[in-house]
């Protein structure tokens, strides 16, 4: 059924392949934007009237909506964020010129950004290098591509004509993205095709101290994926181990409340088998048969000057505690097992002990030193080019630099895409 979807317990779910570079799926996916009626793009007035009055409900609410938006099917089936543009798509120079109605859905994993360094990648143990890729709606493609701004040749020209100009740090940057730009970052777990997979739920109860970091092996809590029912009692529990470490009583889940696809071809369990990840989670490599499902998304949209920065992940009692509030109706299907955190400000609201606001995806940011306590805006703030030089984001932190910190001398500032720092081509 490669290219399908078919309806289960209310949602949709795709079962098609995951595409490696120069493979495509047997019907084509024509690009969709966000329909209308998902509050997209909003006012940018009303918004920041939101965030400086501190109105979380409201903040919450367009959050809710813009993923709504995002998820809902397009034209065969799939979600309308799965139809937009990879990074090749958008960075590589030989990429074909945008042709809405014959492109492919476009799928192909590498580390988080944020596991790397100037070497590559770097997990710290086994499991670290999770299933990921970025895409980009076709007014974020349109900007970087007319702009060359994926090409490293035009980054240091323009920080070397800021630099003959004697331009401060605080001007030395691109022209902002269109109030119409979107940019998504997707997180996958590998899942058996038999018997029962683990997979972590952040209980926001961590092991470890702040100071340590709490990657996902750490969890104190698992559920038991189970891909062949789509009913199971709610008390159907069973005895499984993550990592080699026993997870006794683990409530059993149906892969079905997952938006998740098959592995249908080697190439796509090559591609899976490329990530440390999904060993740990299957205790083998993948196979012909396994699944991937989708554990956490975090998008960002260009609607306020500084973007709207939303993070969701999954979790098997999504309607408690503060992170389900204010999920209107139109968030349906498997989409309502996703919680959210918002961020519109990197200091407001401020935490109950008066610290800076924090906002983070436990599955990308939690692993690192002080990770329960970061800002996606505040790493982002600070995506810059230095004419190919390696730019670090850690530490991660909240909070914000100042417009006149040192950090963004002889820097050209990326408008909060590190993309561009990352993907961009040298040709």
Not at 32 to 44: N, R, T
Request: proline fraction near 8%; hydrophobic fraction near 40%; glycine fraction near 8%.
């Amino acid at each position: 059924m490669s290219g399908g979807i078919r309806p289960v317990a209310g949602a949709y779910l795709l079962i098609s392949g995951i595409l490696l570079p120069q493979a495509s799926l047997a019907q084509p996916a024509a690009y969709q934007d966000i329909p209308p009626g998902f509050d997209f793009p909003a006012d940018e007035a009303t918004l920041l009237h939101f965030r400086d009055t501190q109105n979380l409900a409201e903040l919450r609410r367009h959050g809710w909506y813009v993923w709504a938006g995002l998820t809902q099917p397009a034209p065969g089936g799939e979600a309308v964020w799965e139809t937009w543009f990879s990074g090749q798509e958008t960075f590589d120079p030989a990429a074909a010129p945008q042709a809405m109605a014959d492109r492919q859905i476009q799928r192909r994993f590498q580390v988080p950004r944020q596991f790397s360094d100037a070497a590559g990648p770097v997990p710290q143990a086994i499991g670290e290098s999770l299933l990921s890729f970025t895409l980009f709606n076709q007014a974020t493609r349109a900007h970087i591509r007319g702009n060359n701004l994926h090409l490293q040749s035009t980054l240091t020209s323009i920080n070397d004509q800021f630099t003959q100009n004697n331009t401060p740090g605080r001007d030395r940057r691109i022209d902002d993205f269109p109030r119409e730009a979107v940019a998504l970052k997707t997180v996958w777990w590998a899942i058996s095709g038999t018997g029962l997979t683990p997979l972590p739920v952040w209980d926001f109860d961590p092991v470890n101290a702040n100071s340590a970091g709490n990657n996902f092996n750490t969890w104190r809590r698992v559920v038991a994926i189970d891909p062949s029912r789509e009913v199971i009692p709610a008390d159907e529990t069973a005895d499984i181990s993550l990592g080699g470490v026993s997870k006794p009583n683990s409530r059993v889940i149906p892969l079905s409340r997952m938006y998740h696809f098959e592995l249908e071809t080697q190439e796509q369990v090559d591609a899976v088998n490329n990530e440390t990840a999904a060993q740990f989670s299957l205790g083998r490599p993948a196979a012909i048969g396994d699944y991937v499902a989708l554990v956490a998304l975090h998008y960002t949209t260009k609607e306020i000057p500084d973007w709207v920065w939303g993070t969701f992940w999954w979790h098997d009692e999504p309607n408690g505690g503060p992170y389900g509030m204010d999920r209107p109706a139109l968030v349906a299907g498997v989409w309502r097992n996703y919680l959210m955190d918002i961020a519109y400000s990197m200091v407001t609201p401020r935490e109950f002990e008066g610290t800076p606001n924090s906002v983070y995806n436990p599955w990308l940011e939690a692993r690192f030193q002080q990770g329960l306590s970061s800002n996606c805006m505040t790493c982002h703030q600070r995506s810059v080019w230095r004419n190919g030089a390696f730019v670090p984001f850690l530490p991660v932190t909240t909070g914000g630099l100042l417009p006149d910190d040192p950090y963004f001398n002889d820097s050209l500032q990326l408008d909060f895409l590190w993309s561009i720092n990352l993907e961009s081509s040298a040709q």
